[in-house]
């Protein structure tokens, strides 16, 4: 069992594992832009407010941050 006031490598791996995937879901979402801005101005706002909170729960970030503080998966 490690120290807790010791760092551990899960924490910058963590970190640049989430900058990762968040460059990765902001590409798609780049991609998916021109279907995107051909919907009526005020619907646009809604689809990217999801697309910008659906990483969350479709990329396993709870379970990364989850293994960052912990070492498991669940």
């Avoid at 640049?16 to 590409?27: E, Q, S, T």
């Avoid at 991609?31 to 990217?48: F, G, H, M, N, T």
Wanted: hydrophobic content about 60%; aromatic content about 12%; cysteine-free.
């Amino acid at each position: 069992m490690s120290n807790p006031s010791q760092p551990t490598w899960r924490k910058p791996a963590g970190a640049f594992a989430i900058m990762a995937l968040i460059m990765l879901w902001a590409g798609l979402v780049l991609l998916a832009s021109p279907w995107i801005e051909r919907l009526p101005a005020l619907a646009q706002a809604p689809v990217y407010i999801v697309l910008g909170l659906a990483w969350i729960w479709l990329l396993p970030l709870r379970r990364l941050l989850a293994w960052m503080e912990t070492g498991r998966w669940r």
